[in-house]
């Protein structure tokens, strides 16, 4: 191999790694919300993502039926959708089950896990039992194409500039809003949160919902990269909590530093390994690493 | 029809037989196709569930889980074919009912209810499995408790049984035509092999190898397994674009599918620069990859739904007006609506329902109604069926490029592809 096809193909590499770590970051944002700041293991979280992976399907499906010519423009719309739905999913589940559940924690894992069949089904019976892709616009599919044998995927710069904005929203949300500010007093003591004033009930509500609507951001834009099915949601889960829990809940630098470090495993370990092996060889890197630091890259600075 | 005549007056002279004729003519005339003809007692030996005017058979898929995607096709060909069978009158002139049981894409549950099947229902056949693994899982019991299974995937081979017909291609009779095709007509010399991780791929890869290697001599540049479920190729086409392989062979299933062919596609690697051919591309399959996806590319199979026949053409109108004209049949669809058909053909073969009697008159059996054109059950329980090449269209269709001179002969242990 020449010295440019080389270079080439290290680039598209690096880009495969960058697009993977953009992937597991907006796996990872929503639960890290709900399962970092709120503590609550919602095994749920992938039918949320699949939530919005449908949205987007039932956007092209009506946009070609209805609108033909506007199939170029729909996506955008398809993706605010995808946050009302989930959004207002969540907020619906809070209400009728997380609620009663936050003194017990470990509860929250076998309601939401009952949740998940629940909804798996509800997609098999109502939607189809068979996996559905949108018709996706023209412009997000292909590739850019700089020079001859440098092909960079549409699709994969799109999910990163997407993750990028929503990572930017949801720091800045947390860290600079009101919203942030009582979240992060409910998370750090719950009683003196309480006492000063903060409506605890309503934040948790609003935490949870605004966890789940980022997870059906994300499920809309993995539909440009795989399809979505009744259970394309358990697919994600394992690695939206892998993501979480390898960063240590309660920081979402960790998150993200968590999904870069996975991504580039994952990635440069794929190209010198077989699939498989390179999948068993992260996970070894990952349960070490959760050995000698149980609480996660980043540990949560919260006194106990 | 003559026969139970001879046996209950063996010394009939010239004009009793000839009464006996008649009255059977008659009988025959004025009832519906007859019971009578063939007592119950006579066909059916072994207390299987045969009544005088009807047949129990047992049918066994996933209808829920990760596999109902793949099963329901099945389920609904089988399900037209019995409905066609009992408007014609039935076996032996019995009407099919039948006992459907969800196996819940979960193996022990497939053994459970093919037992529950065959020793408390006592099913005269079962249609059912999908997956290899399943299969695997009944396969014991059937053999035990002495049932009827007819298989309708394509599968790895290396399999055989008494008491299986197999009326998916067995691997070689898919492969080895399509290599040869592709390095005959697309002149391919090298080769780059991807799978899910798992039997079927791994199998059919290994096949491939030897086939590539042993045979037409040329090289094989990459070989890839990625988990079920994996939904990131980006690494495996980085590797796929350094290896330049003539040809990417793919048997990539289940949801990494559309993951994979999505992205070969965001990554520049379409029909116009490189050539594809896979082995688990159906007509299902691409309703879930987008034919945009895949325009171009290759699959070898030996069924598509735009097949031109009179016989495909009554059943994929039959198909449609039952399910819907939305429906797609693919490749293993296909294979399901033979069952009940090859079934019905042993039976009236055998005269009986009897397990024993049936294995032993399938071999021979011909099916010429079939929608893929001519089938035959050879003696290894597996069909004579020929391979044809499609190429993926745009519309979620395949156009027909290339099918395989003659019928090929299934050879579940091939050797020196082991």
């Given at each position: 191999?020449?010295?440019p096809?080389?270079?080439?193909?290290g680039?598209?590499?690096?880009?495969?790694?960058?697009?993977?770590?953009a992937?597991?970051l907006?796996?990872?944002?929503?639960?890290?919300i709900?399962?970092?700041?709120?503590?609550?293991i919602?095994?749920a979280?992938?039918?949320f993502?699949?939530?919005g992976?449908y949205?987007?399907?039932?956007?092209?499906?009506l946009?070609?039926k209805?609108?033909p010519g506007l199939i170029?423009?729909?996506f955008?719309?398809?993706?605010?959708a995808?946050?009302?739905f989930?959004?207002?999913g969540?907020?619906?589940?809070e209400?009728a089950?997380?609620?009663?559940?936050?003194?017990?924690p470990?509860?929250?894992?076998?309601?939401?896990?009952?949740l998940?069949?629940?909804?798996?089904?509800v997609?098999?019976?109502?939607?189809?039992?068979?996996?559905?892709?949108?018709t996706?616009?023209?412009?997000?599919?292909?590739?850019?194409?700089?020079?001859?044998?440098?092909?960079?995927?549409?699709n994969?710069?799109?999910v990163?500039?997407?993750?990028?904005?929503?990572?930017?929203g949801?720091m800045?949300?947390?860290?600079k809003?009101?919203?942030?500010?009582?979240v992060?007093?409910?998370?750090s003591?719950?009683?003196?949160?309480?006492?000063?004033?903060?409506n605890?009930?309503?934040?948790d509500?609003?935490t949870?919902a605004?966890?789940?609507g980022?997870?059906?951001?994300?499920?809309?834009?993995f539909?440009?990269i795989?399809?979505?099915?009744?259970?394309s949601g358990?697919?994600?889960?394992?690695?939206a909590?892998l993501v979480?829990t390898?960063?240590?809940t309660?920081?979402?630098?960790?998150?993200?530093?968590?999904?870069?470090?996975?991504a580039?495993t994952?990635?440069?370990?794929?190209?010198f390994m077989?699939?498989?092996m390179?999948?068993?060889f992260?996970?070894?890197?990952?349960?070490?690493v959760?050995?000698?630091r149980?609480?996660?890259?980043?540990?949560?600075?919260?006194?106990? | 029809?003559?026969?139970p005549?001879?046996?209950?007056?063996?010394?009939?002279?010239?004009?009793?037989v000839?009464?006996?004729?008649v009255?059977l003519a008659i009988a025959?005339?004025?009832?519906?196709?007859?019971?009578?003809?063939?007592?119950?007692?006579?066909?059916?030996?072994t207390?299987?569930?045969?009544t005088?005017?009807?047949?129990?058979?047992?049918?066994?898929?996933?209808?829920?889980?990760?596999?109902?995607?793949s099963?329901t096709?099945?389920?609904?060909?089988?399900q037209?074919?019995?409905d066609q069978?009992?408007?014609?009158g039935?076996?032996?002139?019995?009407?099919i009912k039948v006992?459907?049981?969800?196996?819940?894409?979960?193996?022990?549950?497939?053994a459970?209810?093919?037992k529950k099947l065959?020793?408390?229902?006592?099913?005269?056949?079962?249609?059912?499995c999908?997956t290899?693994a399943s299969r695997?899982?009944?396969?014991p019991?059937f053999?035990?408790?002495?049932?009827?299974?007819?298989?309708?995937?394509?599968?790895?081979g290396?399999?055989?049984?008494?008491?299986?017909i197999?009326?998916?291609?067995?691997?070689t009779?898919?492969i080895?035509?399509?290599l040869d095709?592709?390095?005959?007509?697309?002149g391919?010399?090298?080769?780059?092999?991807?799978?899910s991780?798992?039997?079927?791929?791994?199998?059919?890869?290994?096949?491939?190898r030897?086939h590539?290697?042993g045979?037409?001599?040329?090289k094989?540049?990459g070989?890839e397994?990625?988990?079920?479920?994996?939904?990131?190729?980006?690494?495996l086409?980085?590797?796929?674009?350094?290896?330049?392989?003539?040809l990417?062979?793919?048997?990539?299933?289940?949801g990494?599918?559309v993951?994979f062919?999505?992205?070969?596609?965001?990554?520049?690697?379409?029909a116009?620069?490189?050539?594809?051919?896979?082995?688990?591309v159906?007509?299902?399959e691409l309703?879930?990859?987008?034919g945009?996806?895949?325009?171009?590319?290759?699959?070898?199979?030996?069924?598509?739904q735009?097949?031109?026949?009179?016989?495909?053409?009554?059943?994929?109108a039959?198909?449609?007006?039952?399910?819907?004209?939305?429906?797609?049949?693919?490749?293993?669809?296909?294979a399901?609506?033979?069952?009940?058909?090859?079934?019905k053909?042993?039976?009236?073969?055998?005269g009986?329902?009897?397990?024993?009697?049936?294995a032993?008159?399938s071999?021979?059996?011909e099916?010429?109604?079939?929608?893929e054109?001519?089938?035959?059950?050879?003696?290894?329980?597996?069909?004579?069926?020929?391979a044809?090449?499609?190429?993926?269209?745009?519309?979620g269709?395949?156009?027909?490029?290339?099918?395989?001179?003659?019928l090929?002969?299934?050879?579940?242990?091939p050797?020196?592809y082991?």
């Amino acid at each position: 191999m020449e010295l440019p096809e080389m270079l080439n193909i290290g680039l598209m590499q690096g880009f495969a790694g960058l697009s993977l770590f953009a992937v597991l970051l907006l796996m990872g944002l929503g639960l890290a919300i709900i399962f970092g700041q709120m503590g609550v293991i919602n095994m749920a979280q992938g039918e949320f993502m699949a939530i919005g992976a449908y949205t987007v399907y039932l956007g092209s499906t009506l946009t070609e039926k209805y609108a033909p010519g506007l199939i170029d423009y729909y996506f955008p719309f398809a993706i605010v959708a995808a946050f009302a739905f989930a959004f207002i999913g969540g907020w619906i589940t809070e209400w009728a089950l997380i609620r009663h559940l936050y003194k017990r924690p470990l509860d929250t894992l076998l309601a939401t896990w009952g949740l998940s069949l629940g909804l798996q089904q509800v997609f098999r019976t109502f939607i189809s039992p068979k996996e559905v892709s949108p018709t996706l616009p023209d412009w997000l599919m292909g590739s850019w194409a700089p020079h001859e044998g440098l092909d960079i995927p549409i699709n994969g710069m799109f999910v990163m500039v997407l993750t990028f904005f929503v990572t930017a929203g949801v720091m800045l949300a947390l860290y600079k809003s009101r919203w942030g500010l009582r979240v992060r007093a409910t998370v750090s003591n719950r009683p003196m949160a309480n006492a000063t004033g903060i409506n605890t009930k309503k934040t948790d509500q609003l935490t949870f919902a605004i966890g789940c609507g980022i997870a059906g951001i994300a499920g809309a834009a993995f539909t440009t990269i795989g399809s979505t099915g009744p259970t394309s949601g358990s697919l994600y889960i394992v690695d939206a909590f892998l993501v979480v829990t390898f960063g240590g809940t309660a920081s979402l630098l960790g998150t993200a530093l968590s999904a870069f470090l996975i991504a580039q495993t994952q990635s440069i370990s794929e190209f010198f390994m077989t699939g498989s092996m390179a999948k068993v060889f992260t996970l070894s890197v990952i349960v070490m690493v959760l050995m000698l630091r149980p609480q996660g890259l980043f540990a949560s600075k919260i006194r106990r | 029809m003559k026969k139970p005549k001879f046996e209950f007056q063996p010394n009939a002279d010239r004009r009793q037989v000839l009464q006996g004729i008649v009255g059977l003519a008659i009988a025959a005339a004025t009832m519906r196709a007859g019971a009578q003809k063939l007592p119950t007692s006579q066909v059916n030996t072994t207390k299987l569930a045969v009544t005088d005017t009807e047949v129990t058979v047992g049918q066994l898929h996933s209808s829920t889980g990760t596999m109902a995607i793949s099963e329901t096709g099945s389920i609904q060909a089988e399900q037209l074919a019995i409905d066609q069978i009992n408007a014609m009158g039935g076996v032996l002139g019995r009407q099919i009912k039948v006992i459907k049981e969800d196996g819940a894409s979960d193996w022990p549950t497939f053994a459970e209810k093919a037992k529950k099947l065959l020793v408390s229902d006592h099913v005269a056949t079962v249609f059912g499995c999908w997956t290899s693994a399943s299969r695997k899982a009944v396969l014991p019991i059937f053999e035990k408790e002495n049932g009827m299974l007819y298989y309708p995937t394509f599968y790895e081979g290396l399999e055989q049984s008494k008491n299986v017909i197999y009326t998916g291609q067995e691997a070689t009779q898919q492969i080895l035509w399509g290599l040869d095709w592709a390095s005959k007509e697309k002149g391919t010399k090298s080769y780059f092999l991807v799978g899910s991780d798992y039997i079927w791929p791994r199998t059919s890869m290994k096949i491939a190898r030897k086939h590539i290697e042993g045979v037409l001599k040329q090289k094989v540049v990459g070989e890839e397994y990625y988990p079920l479920g994996n939904t990131n190729f980006n690494s495996l086409i980085n590797k796929i674009k350094a290896a330049k392989p003539d040809l990417i062979y793919a048997a990539v299933v289940g949801g990494s599918n559309v993951a994979f062919y999505k992205q070969l596609k965001a990554a520049g690697i379409t029909a116009d620069k490189q050539n594809l051919l896979t082995i688990s591309v159906t007509e299902d399959e691409l309703l879930g990859i987008g034919g945009e996806n895949t325009a171009g590319f290759y699959s070898c199979m030996k069924y598509f739904q735009s097949l031109d026949n009179e016989n495909n053409k009554k059943f994929v109108a039959a198909f449609k007006a039952k399910y819907g004209p939305k429906s797609v049949i693919g490749d293993v669809t296909q294979a399901a609506y033979l069952g009940p058909w090859l079934w019905k053909f042993a039976v009236e073969k055998a005269g009986s329902f009897d397990v024993d009697k049936i294995a032993a008159a399938s071999a021979g059996i011909e099916f010429k109604g079939a929608p893929e054109g001519y089938v035959k059950i050879a003696d290894n329980h597996h069909l004579y069926s020929k391979a044809r090449i499609g190429q993926m269209l745009p519309d979620g269709q395949f156009k027909v490029v290339a099918e395989s001179p003659g019928l090929i002969k299934p050879d579940p242990f091939p050797k020196g592809y082991q």
